[in-house]
């Protein structure tokens, strides 16, 4: 199941608890930064960065570096919506069958995740398709993504396992089908549950996330109070310090830098330009290492996290 894969890589291990940890065994690499929909959630709404798709050449020659150095999973998404990306069934045959990565999987939205977009995906071998679903109802969908996107979601959810099932029976490529949802207060739980139940049958889990600050860029958005840091799933929360990302996940943005952090909306978190570096050479440089002993030592003062709000409630 798909906690068990999230549990395994928001736990470091004693081989990746180092400045110098080795290659991390999953990366998420962003075939684009645009996205369709503002949440307040989410500092993608906030442009503080140029947002394109990143280059096929360069795709492809990435993808078969990291596969060469170690990375074992594929997230085919970062920051951005990938079902945007014209070319994502490609790149996700790429991975596959070209480079042989074990397990490639991708988050979405939901929204352009059409019968016809999801039946190229699961044909192309995506292993994991995961829904993020955050509204309650049309009205909060609205409200929260400032777009008319609920019933379109749902259509998109419950259309995919019909379709998935017929891929694997022809095929033999079976996709897992998951949905997270976020707990953006102490309401929304509940408030969610018929929406949730509505999509249960489609899927083969669900699971809670809380809200993060992303950062601390969107920390106070709507009079909510996220969590410290990125501590992964609701209920199998990790400390905030240090932070798993750093050790055992990459994140590739849309232009080709290794960023540290999960939510590197504003560059903050460059640690390298993989135009001119190799992957493990950006993941083992000068300011990656310091800022991995800063979170191992539990004391950011002054480095890129300092603004997070795993560090503050750290602290207090």
Same mark, same amino acid.
């Given at each position: 199941?798909?906690?068990?894969?999230?549990?395994?890589? @928001?736990?470091?291990?004693?081989? &990746?608890?180092?400045?110098?940890?080795?290659?991390?065994?999953?990366?998420?690499?962003?075939?684009?930064?645009?996205?369709?929909? $503002?949440?307040?959630?989410?500092?993608?709404?906030?442009?503080?960065?140029?947002?394109?798709?990143?280059?096929?050449?360069?795709?492809?020659?990435?993808?078969?570096?990291?596969?060469? /150095?170690?990375?074992?999973?594929?997230?085919?998404?970062?920051?951005?919506?990938?079902?945007?990306?014209?070319?994502?069934?490609? *790149?996700?045959?790429?991975?596959?069958?070209? !480079?042989?990565?074990?397990?490639?999987?991708? @988050?979405?939205?939901?929204?352009?995740?059409?019968?016809?977009?999801?039946?190229?995906?699961?044909?192309?071998?995506?292993?994991?398709?995961?829904?993020?679903?955050?509204?309650?109802?049309?009205?909060?969908?609205?409200?929260?993504?400032?777009?008319?996107?609920?019933?379109?979601?749902?259509?998109?959810?419950?259309? /995919?396992?019909?379709?998935?099932?017929?891929?694997?029976?022809?095929?033999?490529?079976?996709?897992?089908?998951?949905?997270?949802?976020?707990?953006?207060?102490?309401?929304?739980?509940?408030?969610?549950?018929? *929406?949730?139940?509505?999509?249960?049958? $489609?899927?083969?889990? &669900?699971?809670?996330?809380?809200?993060?600050?992303? $950062?601390?860029?969107? @920390?106070?958005?709507? +009079?909510?109070?996220?969590?410290?840091?990125?501590?992964?799933?609701?209920?199998?929360?990790?400390?905030?310090?240090?932070?798993?990302?750093?050790?055992?996940?990459?994140?590739?943005?849309?232009? +080709?830098?290794?960023?540290?952090?999960?939510?590197?909306?504003?560059?903050?978190?460059?640690? +390298?330009?993989?135009?001119?570096?190799? !992957?493990?050479?950006?993941?083992?440089?000068?300011?990656?290492?310091?800022?991995?002993? $800063?979170?191992?030592?539990?004391?950011?003062?002054?480095?890129?996290?300092?603004?997070?709000? /795993?560090?503050?409630? &750290?602290?207090?």
């Amino acid at each position: 199941m798909i906690t068990e894969r999230i549990d395994n890589i @928001t736990l470091i291990p004693a081989s &990746h608890s180092s400045a110098t940890p080795p290659c991390p065994p999953s990366v998420k690499i962003e075939l684009t930064a645009r996205c369709d929909l $503002a949440c307040f959630f989410c500092a993608t709404s906030q442009r503080l960065r140029d947002k394109r798709d990143m280059d096929w050449d360069f795709l492809m020659r990435l993808m078969g570096e990291m596969r060469q /150095a170690g990375v074992e999973e594929l997230g085919m998404f970062y920051l951005g919506e990938s079902m945007l990306y014209p070319r994502l069934a490609e *790149a996700i045959d790429a991975a596959k069958n070209r !480079f042989g990565y074990p397990y490639v999987f991708l @988050t979405t939205n939901g929204r352009l995740a059409t019968p016809d977009r999801l039946r190229d995906c699961f044909e192309a071998g995506l292993d994991s398709l995961k829904f993020s679903f955050n509204w309650a109802d049309a009205a909060q969908a609205k409200e929260i993504t400032r777009v008319d996107c609920f019933d379109d979601v749902v259509a998109n959810i419950l259309a /995919a396992r019909p379709i998935r099932d017929e891929v694997a029976a022809r095929t033999g490529r079976r996709c897992g089908l998951y949905a997270s949802s976020i707990q953006y207060d102490g309401e929304q739980r509940d408030r969610m549950e018929a *929406a949730v139940q509505q999509i249960l049958p $489609a899927v083969d889990q &669900h699971y809670w996330l809380p809200l993060y600050g992303q $950062a601390g860029l969107t @920390t106070g958005e709507r +009079g909510t109070m996220p969590v410290a840091g990125n501590v992964g799933r609701a209920d199998a929360m990790r400390q905030p310090l240090p932070c798993w990302s750093l050790f055992t996940e990459g994140h590739v943005t849309w232009d +080709g830098h290794l960023a540290a952090c999960c939510f590197d909306h504003d560059g903050r978190f460059d640690m +390298g330009d993989l135009n001119t570096q190799s !992957f493990m050479e950006a993941w083992h440089s000068a300011p990656f290492q310091k800022l991995r002993q $800063a979170n191992l030592d539990k004391d950011v003062a002054g480095t890129q996290c300092d603004d997070c709000i /795993a560090y503050r409630k &750290h602290q207090g």
